[in-house]
Nanobody, 115 residues
Framework: QVQLVESGGGLVQAGGSLRLSCAAS????????MGWYRQAPGKQRELVAE???????NYADSMKGRFTISRDNAKNTVYLQMNSLKPEDTAVYSC?????????WGQGTQVTVSS
C-alpha cells in the first residue's frame, strides 16, 4: 500500500501562511479522492479539503477562500496552501487517499497558530 508522509507544519502567527505537502511512496494517479483532515485537541477529526483525480475540489465551509488543495501527480504529492491562518486552525493535519488497496493515511503534521 502507498505510504503518505506530511511535511510543512510549524508555528505561525495569526494572519500568516503555511503550505503543507503530502508525499506518497508510489503513484497517486489512481488515488481518488485525496484529502486533508485535521484534529484539534479534544475535538473530532474533520475534513479540511479533498481533491479528485479530475481536479474537482471540496472544502469545509470554514476553510473556503483561505485554503487551497492541489495535487501534482508527476511528483506524487498533494498540497494544502493555507492563508489567513487563525488560532482556531491549530491542529494536527493529516492527508489521506483512497486506492484499490483501501484508505491510506499519513501520520500528520502539527500546525500551531499563535494570536
Amino acid at each position: 500500500q502507498v505510504q503518505l508522509v506530511e511535511s510543512g507544519g510549524g508555528l505561525v502567527q495569526a494572519g500568516g501562511s503555511l503550505r503543507l505537502s503530502c508525499a506518497a511512496s508510489g503513484s497517486i494517479t489512481s488515488m481518488n479522492p485525496m484529502g486533508w483532515y485535521r484534529q484539534a485537541p479534544g475535538k473530532q477529526r474533520e475534513l479540511v479539503a479533498e481533491i479528485r483525480s479530475g481536479g474537482s475540489t471540496n472544502y469545509a465551509d470554514s476553510m473556503k477562500g483561505r485554503f487551497t488543495i492541489s495535487r501534482d501527480n508527476a511528483k506524487n504529492t498533494v498540497y494544502l496552501q493555507m492563508n489567513s491562518l487563525k488560532p482556531e486552525d491549530t491542529a494536527v493535519y493529516s492527508c489521506n487517499g483512497l486506492s484499490r488497496d483501501g484508505w491510506a493515511w499519513g501520520q500528520g503534521t502539527q500546525v500551531t497558530v499563535s494570536s
